[in-house]
């Protein structure tokens, strides 16, 4: 009777059980601010950014209300625009090119490393010459570190400095991992990440922060979430933005920020699990040498010529989501098609967007329920 019931769903992320975890804490961090209704630059905003600047290394942290008003306030603070050319890897979420675009500048999209997902240093290089050819000043790198593992800074870091480029490091999935031992946010002139609950540090909504050890940059970072505020409210010195991060997301994360350093363990046990049971059937990803990931995701390559939708069928009709980031890079989306693209092409990026797939990674991840999703990976593909 029982065969031809459905297997029990698990999730692709589980925040239900980091919050079961963490219980009373939040409650009361919550009620704290219902009590003193300062739900716009309460406390606990400045209380965050201390307990993040500890966290990361940074001198300054700088809260916003979301990982792309982050990207975006940086390049407004550095008066990124027209004629401008900001270097992107196409494989990565829309927000990293979409920042660029909306301050007038131009992404010019560059390739990335097939092992790692990360920028590629050699297409980076050509990046800079197609910009230049096509009349643009190239102004800065959005370095992304993708689906958690950290990037290589130091090869990217020499080209930049080589051609006169700054640096913003796009940490929205890898917040928490480090690069030959130093802990992002303390890379190139900026770095920014989000807080959207489905990062391995979310909040209950939107939220993001900015990390820096330049003073005048922080300052300036400061006015631009309040509108471009001076020292008067209602003298505003520049253009701004709506960009606060709300009291309420600040307490939720000042207590996961608590537990985060065990997350990220546990996090990284279940990745070494995947490994050891994938990895002769799939590409699993691989850390680099002085790298580490807080594993935003855990995202495979399929074998070529695999159905990929066939595949992802398979595990959920055995209660196991997958999601694919991304089914298109960003050189290949209908609004950032039109945009330049390093000479030679993306050849890699197009190749991931076809054969990649994640597979379910949060921190409380069972090894039983894991056994489940690494048996019915190796079954669907046998199959």
Known sequence: MNQHMRPEPIPLIDIAAQRRRLGKSIDDAVSRVLNHCQFI????????????????????VVSCAS????LLMVLMARNVGPGDAVLCPSFTFCATGEAVALTGATPVFVDVDEATFNIDPASLKRGIATARQRG?????????DLFGQSADHDAIGAVTEAE????????????GASYKGRKLGTFGLATATSFFPAKPLG??????????????????????????????KYDNV???????????????????????????AARNKIADRYARGLGNVVTVPRLTSGCTSVW??????LPKGTDRDGFAAALMAQGIP??????????????????????????????????????????????????????????????
Not at 67 to 70: F, I, L, P, R, S
Not at 164 to 175: R, T
């Open 41 to 60: 630059n309460g406390p606990e905003v400045t209380a965050l950014e201390t307990a993040l600047a500890a966290f990361s290394g940074a001198k300054h």
């Open 67 to 70: 990982g792309t008003d982050a």
């Open 136 to 144: 643009l000043k190239p102004r800065a790198v959005i370095v992304v």
């Open 164 to 175: 006169g480029l700054f640096v913003l490091d796009d940490a929205a999935q890898g917040f």
């Open 203 to 232: 909040c209950y909504g939107d939220g993001g922060a900015i990390f820096t050890d330049d003073d005048e940059l922080a300052n300036t970072l400061r006015s631009i979430r309040v509108h471009g505020q001076g020292s008067d």
């Open 238 to 264: 520049r253009l701004g933005l709506t960009g606060r991060l709300d009291t309420m997301q600040a307490a939720v994360l000042i207590e996961k920020l608590k537990i985060f350093d065990d997350e990220i």
């Open 296 to 301: 935003a995701q855990y995202t495979i390559r």
């Open 322 to 383: 997958t999601a694919v980031y991304y089914t298109k890079s960003m050189h290949q989306q209908t609004a950032y098609r039109n945009y330049p693209v390093a000479e030679g092409g993306l050849p890699v990026s197009e190749s991931l967007s076809e054969d990649v797939i994640s597979l379910p990674m949060h921190a409380y991840l069972d090894e039983a329920t894991q056994d489940r999703v690494i048996q019915a990976v190796r079954g669907a593909l046998s199959s």
